[in-house]
């Protein structure tokens, strides 16, 4: 968030972003773990019980993964979670751009922004191989310190978090004041699925496994006893 933001918008704006990046930022130019939220001046209460009526925008940008899809017309501005966001808090968000990432499109068009005079976004995120960028993003004077911001409304969970490695600041800190706010590594927030196929169970009369020993027979059984009939 730009230093001239108002006071208005500290309340629930940095964790709502950051649970939008959660959702949204393997779709974006934060590819791979580490990304960071940078930097913004809004915070949030424990509880999320505010909304805002009427409701208040902040703006951000995106560098999209060239494999995405969306479904039902949906787009990086237009989707699930930015809907949730504005029904559920009253904050729109607005995509100032975005552009395909591929060849760090994204970060080049992020320093273009910067030296030309765009408009900013209020918030960014970007990801840990362009960690040159935050540096850029600090350097240029248009993003006030987070830290305090995080201490007065990050919940205990998001602070216990933070806390098994204080280390995950380090990229995004300056003089002791921590600019931009780490979004742990996605294997953190994301539960991988193992999918069985059924009519492979039907065929060899097996039931979906529920112990790590009947997955070591399902497996087995797959590999040995030809289900796929090739």
Do not use: H
Not at 1 to 24: D, I, W, Y
Not at 57 to 62: D, E, S
Not at 200 to 218: G, S, Y
């Amino acid at each position: 968030m730009r230093a001239q933001s108002t006071k208005k918008r500290f309340l629930t704006l940095l964790a709502t972003t950051l649970s939008l990046t959660v959702v949204l930022a393997g779709c974006s130019g934060g590819s791979g773990g580490g990304d960071s939220a940078t930097p913004s001046t809004s915070g949030t209460q424990n509880e999320y019980k505010e909304k805002y009526d009427p409701a208040v925008t902040i703006t951000t940008a995106w560098g999209i993964d060239p494999e995405l899809k969306f479904k039902n017309g949906e787009s990086m501005e237009n989707n699930v979670a930015t809907k949730w966001a504005k029904d559920k808090f009253g904050i729109e968000i607005k995509s100032l751009w975005s552009v395909t990432d591929t060849n760090s499109a994204f970060a080049t068009k992020l320093r273009l922004a910067m030296s030309s005079g765009q408009e900013m976004p209020d918030i960014v995120t970007i990801g840990q191989p362009d960690n040159l960028v935050a540096q850029d993003l600090i350097d240029s004077g248009m993003y006030q310190e987070v830290g305090p911001l995080f201490d007065k409304y990050a919940s205990d969970t998001w602070k216990k978090a933070m806390e098994q490695d204080p280390n995950v600041w380090n990229p995004y800190s300056r003089d002791g004041k921590r600019m931009g706010v780490p979004v742990l590594d996605y294997a953190y927030n994301n539960d991988y699925l193992l999918w069985i196929r059924q009519d492979w169970l039907d065929k060899l009369n097996m039931k979906a496994p529920k112990t790590i020993d009947e997955l070591e027979a399902v497996m087995e059984a797959f590999k040995n006893n030809n289900p796929d009939g090739l």
